[in-house]
């Protein structure tokens, strides 16, 4: 008993001689800089912890996206069929942007889906003819990403995208408006209607319903809300 006294008393000593020498602030510092030392050198020879640690944050990322995915998209697919009647439109769509490839360069592909269709009394979807392409392929994309918006009939739509204009012809449309989505870091991808020949067409009136039903449905396509 005396001699485990005597050791505490010896510690204690040892303990105010070091802070009377070195000062309670460098004594702290340096018990923090050992455990720190202590920390990096368990990580280094322990690298599982590190990454079990990062695979069930990724998991755990993973598994938040895909809930907040099921929870939006009843909401998204509501709001896009509020948007066909509102704007009596033939069709209104949601194309969302994706890059999953890239070059022997690194540089990426872009990608589009179109993941959300309403569609008007007896018109037919076109939504698996859109399910997977580089966004290249339609120019008018590309022109809607830097300018943030356009609208038309076919036959200017051609001198921009042909292709998008054969198709949308073929399709029964004649009157074709898009918007941006924008997320709250990135861009999210694209908001459009198309209209037959014989409905009427206001261009201002379709581009402000356009960005009405972009601002509604960009917090449910957002990434970043997903996080929080």
């Given at each position: 008993m005396a001699e485990n006294e005597s050791k505490v008393i010896g510690f204690l000593k040892g303990g105010i001689a070091?802070?009377?020498t070195y000062g309670v602030l460098k004594i702290?510092?340096?018990?923090?800089?050992?455990?720190?030392?202590?920390?990096?050198?368990?990580?280094t020879f322990n690298p599982s912890f590190v990454f079990e640690r990062y695979s069930?944050?990724?998991?755990?990322?993973?598994?938040?996206?895909?809930?907040?995915?099921?929870?939006?998209?009843?909401?998204?697919?509501?709001l896009t069929n509020n948007m066909v009647i509102e704007s009596k439109a033939l069709r209104c769509f949601i194309i969302e942007m994706h890059?999953?490839?890239?070059?022997?360069?690194g540089l990426s592909f872009n990608y589009g889906a179109l993941t959300y269709e309403g569609l008007r009394e007896n018109v037919e979807s076109v939504q698996e003819d859109y399910n997977d392409f580089t966004l290249d392929r339609y120019?008018?994309?590309?022109?809607?990403?830097?300018?943030?918006?356009?609208?038309?009939?076919?036959?200017?739509?051609?001198?921009i995208d042909k292709r998008m204009a054969l198709k949308l012809e073929s399709n029964g449309a004649y009157?074709?408006?898009?918007?941006?989505?924008?997320?709250?870091?990135?861009?999210?991808?694209?908001?459009g209607?198309?209209?037959?020949?014989?409905?009427?067409?206001?261009?201002?009136?379709?581009?402000?319903?356009?960005?009405?039903y972009s601002s509604r449905v960009s917090p449910y396509l957002d990434g970043e809300r997903a996080k929080k």
């Open positions: 070091m802070i009377d702290v510092f340096a018990s923090l800089f050992m455990l720190f030392i202590s920390f990096i050198t368990y990580l069930e944050y990724e998991e755990k990322k993973h598994i938040e996206s895909f809930n907040y995915r099921m929870e939006s998209t009843p909401i998204v697919q509501s890059n999953g490839k890239y070059n022997a360069s120019p008018i994309l590309s022109y809607v990403y830097k300018n943030g918006k356009w609208s038309g009939n076919i036959d200017e739509l051609k001198k009157y074709l408006s898009i918007s941006m989505i924008y997320g709250t870091k990135n861009d999210i991808g694209f908001i209607a198309s209209f037959d020949k014989n409905d009427s067409f206001d261009k201002n009136k379709v581009e402000m319903l356009l960005n009405k």
